[in-house]
């Protein structure tokens, strides 16, 4: 089945700097890569995915990047803020089966 | 529609007791997921439906979980004889198939067991 690494577990960084959390994964099927931000007592939070024909894909000072070769995918967070702080989750999955999770990032942003 | 939605927020139980959650999903959503996630991990998979049929189970939904979705739209998950271990948060997601859109998550169940 598929399997989903995360890197780095923690992650700090002051604000305004930029944050990169890396995933790979097993299965080359999967063909759908969210990221997730979940805050303390709350449910995960999608805010940026990928499917499997694109590349790259940019929301404000969000990104995330695929490369399908390497299973590898990027979560790319610029000028970071304190409300920046959360744990972040990638995850894949093949076209709207289970998504399987990384163990997540905790990102801290220091003003 | 205000997202999907999850009852109870909390639930303390004592061991050995049977515990069920309810969930509600994003209305036009036809799939529905659960899953459990512990204290420092990512959620893990634990079953999905489309429409009324449940598609998959993982490993982890032991002979005492059951989930059934009857008429394809709200959802509900038991557990029987809990166990501590199965102290953990249980998520519901929603989304369409094939995924477009995207997965929706409610804010969850906390179970503790005591």
């Known amino acids: 089945g598929e399997n989903v690494e995360q890197h780095p577990s923690t992650l700090s960084v002051q604000e305004g700097d930029s944050a990169v959390i890396k995933c790979t994964y097993s299965d080359s099927a999967s063909n759908y890569f969210p990221w997730y931000k979940q805050e303390l007592g709350k449910g995960p939070q999608l805010i940026i995915d990928?499917?499997?024909?694109?590349g790259e894909k940019k929301d404000q000072r969000i990104a995330v990047t695929l490369n399908k070769t390497a299973k590898h995918f990027s979560l790319h967070i610029t000028e970071t803020q304190p409300e920046d702080s959360a744990v972040y989750f990638c995850?894949?999955?093949?076209?709207?089966?289970?998504?399987?999770f990384g163990k997540g990032t905790t990102l801290s942003v220091s003003s | 529609d205000t997202g999907v939605s999850q009852n109870p927020r909390h639930k303390i139980t004592k061991r050995g007791q049977n515990v069920t959650f309810r969930c509600d999903p994003i209305s036009e959503h036809n799939r529905l997921y659960w899953y459990r996630q512990t204290l420092g991990q990512g959620p893990e998979f634990l079953t999905y439906f489309q429409n009324e049929a449940q598609l998959e189970k993982s490993r982890l939904l032991s002979d005492r979980f059951s989930a059934e979705r009857p008429k394809g739209s709200f959802s509900t998950l038991e557990i029987q004889r809990t166990e501590q271990g199965d102290s953990a948060m249980y998520l519901c997601a929603s989304g369409l198939l094939q995924g477009v859109g995207g997965y929706t998550f409610g804010s969850g169940t906390r179970l503790t067991v005591v």
């Open positions: 995850a894949a999955s093949v076209g709207g089966t289970a998504l399987i």
């Open positions: 990928i499917r499997s024909n694109v």
